[in-house]
């Protein structure tokens, strides 16, 4: 079966919270991870990465941990807003570069005005 | 925009079917990948060609084949349907062969429903 998979199927937030998504995944080589998002009738995009030489990752309003210790991810979206609201997934690539990209679940965020 | 082209959009179809499925990469973009999402089962990896090869196989049934054409179109056939395979069908592009970047641009889907 898959090896990443996500801590909660849906995660509800005030506008202006901060949110957070977790992932664990359990193949210890696993070198890369990315989150995704994907909004209502739409493809997942790209919304940030990780290599697992870091711990952690931000971007713009999010910031990306990676535990290697216990093999978790998470995704914390600062000043969460409407449009934010989306399902999230993390993925995962083994190393040696594989073409293989394995999802997890995903999360459903649903933002509250 | 992603820039990855898929058609049709939706799709409704009858059990013991055949459908094709096609996708049109991103300009410049060598590698297709394809994925199936269903509600029980997130977004699996199907299959992956690079510049017309076949370069990466993953949980894709014996009843699907794909192809990637010279122009690098690609396109995925499911045939003899059946109700499970009623999913959003992805196609993604990329421009290398090996997903070390994390630059996967996917399509809007194909919705494919099986009565």
């Known amino acids: 079966g898959e090896s990443v998979g996500l801590h909660l199927p849906t995660l509800s937030v005030q506008e202006g919270d901060n949110s957070i998504i977790n992932c664990a995944y359990s193949n210890s080589a696993s070198d890369y991870f990315i989150w995704y998002k994907q909004e209502s009738g739409k493809g997942p995009q790209f919304i940030i990465d990780?290599?697992?030489?870091?711990d952690k990752r931000q971007g713009q309003r999010v910031t990306v941990l990676l535990n290697k210790t216990v093999k978790h991810l998470s995704l914390q979206i600062a000043a969460t807003q409407p449009g934010d609201s989306a399902v999230y997934f993390c993925?995962?690539?083994?190393?040696?570069?594989?073409?293989?990209?394995?999802f997890g679940k995903g999360t459903k965020l649903t933002v509250n005005p | 925009d992603s820039g990855v082209t898929q058609t049709p959009k939706h799709l409704i179809t009858a059990t013991g079917q055949r459908v094709t499925l096609r996708c049109s990469p991103r300009s410049g973009d060598l590698s297709v990948y394809w994925y199936q999402q269903s509600l029980d089962q997130g977004l699996q990896f199907l299959i992956q060609?690079?510049?017309?090869?076949?370069?990466a196989k993953g949980n894709i049934l014996e009843r699907f084949s794909a192809q990637q054409f010279p122009d690098l179109h690609s396109e995925l056939n499911l045939s003899s349907l059946e109700l499970g395979d009623s999913a959003l069908y992805f196609c993604?592009?990329?421009?290398?062969?090996?997903?070390?970047?994390?630059?996967?641009?996917f399509g809007e889907g194909s919705r494919l429903t099986v009565l």
């Open positions: 993925a995962e690539i083994k190393g040696g570069g594989s073409e293989k990209l394995v």
């Open positions: 993604a592009s990329s421009v290398g062969g090996r997903l070390n970047t994390g630059e996967l641009f």
């Open positions: 060609y690079y510049n017309g090869e076949e370069r």
């Open positions: 990780i290599r697992s030489n870091m």
